[in-house]
């Protein structure tokens, strides 16, 4: 283990601090949503006690401090995944939301009949969905990467799937059903070799690693607060500056325009041409001071706390007769996910004994029906583990599970 100090950290998350049925919970579904560390509660609280008045709009000074600490928070969010430019990050009201406006501007207007768009069995359903509206209305084909045994995208398929009629490569950065960490960089490089633009759904990638979206060379990054510590409801798309102009806005409305006349308007730059509407304004501060509060903590012991809880994780699960667990075998190659099943224990089971221990996993789809698919397999459990969560708490899981065993023979 390392220096870093979960048990301190804990202390920030008010919501830790409680009994489930009876028992201290032991929070595990953070792949879902992290808890929120006192910090970001202070700054929706404080918002909404001190400054709150709507942004961009009023020449009085609650409109003045609201606007500079929405814009603020763009700044930091950008910082977070090494943004060249503030301006290239679109508040959106999470990934699904940003992928969705990839999709009805650049897609409509890019992607067409006889095109194809490149996407992998790994992806969540907000990664697959507006793909296929999309492919559906313009008359573009969707092309899959498979995955392997061990839930690793079988990239070696890569020069064949693309081609010159490859217009858009979608791919998460990690897997939130499995935990398979994608070589990114490797992906963009076969993609830019056929023209192809690239968008990262980095709802789980951003959370657990530092992101360099310059680094990565993708052309969209998406990604959502409430994973990494921030609100509910506020995400952001990153995007290279000259494809966010060159696109139309997704929604009109106020706070996006230039001019309007009777028959046609002028936009905004971006990124408030994508912005239509009031935002959310409390949500984007809240998720600016959870990047704060990440940017607090020490990278690389978090990076290494966390493998270390996903080796132990690996380690205690793989004692209980019965267990399956899916995904990368080297913790290595997975991010601090861990989905399995049990025997003939349906999953939904699982989770409820688990949960009478007052243990926190989730059990489902995932919102990825076709890894299960792949897999042969309608549901797995699944615990995924976040900064504040400790080795006593992965025994708990293991101990329970026992339990499990022991109704279910
Ligand atoms: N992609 C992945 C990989 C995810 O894990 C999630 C959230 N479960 C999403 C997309 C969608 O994120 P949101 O619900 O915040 O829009």
């Keep these: 283990m390392s220096s870093f100090d979960p048990v ?80 290239e990050l679109v508040w959106t009201r999470g990934t699904t939301d940003a992928i969705n406006l990839v999709a009805g501007s650049w897609g409509m207007d890019n992607i067409k009949a006889g095109d194809e768009i490149l996407l992998t069995v790994l992806e969540h359903h907000s990664n697959l969905v507006p793909w296929q509206l999309l492919a559906r209305r313009v008359g573009a084909k969707l092309r899959y990467v498979e995955i392997d045994d061990q839930g690793r995208l079988e990239l070696g398929d890569l020069p064949s799937l693309l081609t010159e009629r490859t217009k858009l490569v979608a791919f998460n950065h990690v897997s939130n059903a ?94 408030h041409k994508f912005e239509a509407g009031t935002p959310n304004i409390a949500g984007a501060i809240g998720f600016g001071a959870a990047v704060d509060f990440l940017a607090t903590l020490p990278a690389e012991e978090v990076a290494a706390h966390e493998r270390a809880l996903m080796s132990y994780a690996m380690e205690r699960l793989a004692e209980v007769p019965g267990m399956r667990i899916y995904g990368p075998e080297s913790v290595e190659d997975r991010s601090a996910v861990v989905s399995f099943t049990m025997g003939d224990a349906h999953p939904h089971d699982i989770s409820t004994i688990l949960d009478s221990e007052g243990i926190a996993v989730r059990a489902g789809h995932h919102c990825a029906q076709l890894v299960m698919k792949r897999f042969g397999v309608s549901a797995t459990a699944r615990a995924s583990f976040y900064i504040y969560n400790t080795r006593d708490e992965i025994d708990r899981l293991a101990d329970a599970l026992e339990v499990v065993r022991g109704i279910f023979g």
């Design 8 to 87: 301190a950290i804990r202390r920030e998350f008010p919501t830790l601090d409680q009994q489930v049925n009876g028992k201290p919970l032991v929070y595990l579904d953070n792949a879902a949503t992290s808890q929120k560390p006192r910090s970001v509660l202070d700054a929706l609280n404080g918002y909404y006690l001190h400054d709150n008045a709507n942004v961009h709009r009023g020449i009085h000074e609650l409109s003045r401090r609201a606007t500079e600490a929405y814009e603020e928070a763009r700044a930091k969010v950008a910082r977070w995944i090494n943004a060249a430019d503030p301006h």
């Design 178 to 271: 499995l935990g398979t960490i994608n070589p990114v960089k490797d992906i963009v490089a076969a993609a830019k070799k056929v023209g192809a633009v690239v968008l990262v759904d980095g709802a789980q990638g951003a959370v657990h690693m530092p992101v360099d979206v310059q680094d990565l060379g993708a052309d969209f990054y998406a990604f959502s607060g409430h994973k990494m510590c921030g609100p509910t409801g506020i995400g952001a798309l990153w995007g290279r500056r000259e494809l966010l102009e060159s696109m139309e806005p997704y929604q009109g409305g106020g706070e996006m325009i230039e001019f309007v006349e009777r028959d046609m308007s002028t936009w905004a730059e971006v990124p």
